[in-house]
């Protein structure tokens, strides 16, 4: 069984221009020899969870327009961890920041890698607040 576990104590701040980073460990799945699609995403109130940063491990990493160039995901193979290393933060970077994971690999290329729906395993939520 797949458990996605943040880490953090179930939230996160920093100033406007700050820095954060996410742990998301992964048990029951293994990077190296399984097929998967991993990736983080986000909501704030009164709008739908939207992907932020997708990793298809046959493929590639694909961001949200808003946090390219800000954002970079990625995992460490041996301690299970996916991280959201997050860069120049803004207050509209704020919201509730989610991992989470499917079984098999070319959700990008079949389009659906941004799609909440489409994911079986989910950390249980870190809220960021950026500080204006």
């Known amino acids: 069984q797949v458990q996605m576990t943040q880490s953090g104590g179930g939230s996160a701040s920093t100033e406007a221009g700050g820095s954060l980073r996410l742990f998301c460990e992964v048990s029951?799945?293994?990077?190296?020899?399984?097929?998967?699609?991993m990736g983080w995403f986000r909501q704030t109130p009164g709008k739908e969870r939207e992907g932020v940063a997708i990793?298809?491990?046959?493929?590639?990493?694909r961001y949200q327009e808003s946090v390219k160039d800000r954002f970079r995901i990625s995992k460490d193979n041996d301690k299970k961890i996916l991280y959201l290393q997050m860069n120049s933060l803004s207050p509209e970077d704020s919201g509730a920041y989610y991992c989470?994971?499917?079984?098999?690999?070319?959700?990008?290329?079949?389009?659906?890698?941004?799609?909440?729906?489409?994911?079986?395993?989910w950390g249980q939520g870190t809220q960021v607040t950026v500080h204006s």
């Open positions: 989470a994971a499917r079984l098999g690999s070319g959700c990008l290329r079949s389009g659906f890698g941004f799609n909440p729906g489409a994911y079986s395993y």
């Open positions: 029951g799945y293994d990077f190296r020899t399984s097929a998967y699609c």
């Open positions: 990793k298809d491990r046959d493929g590639p990493i």
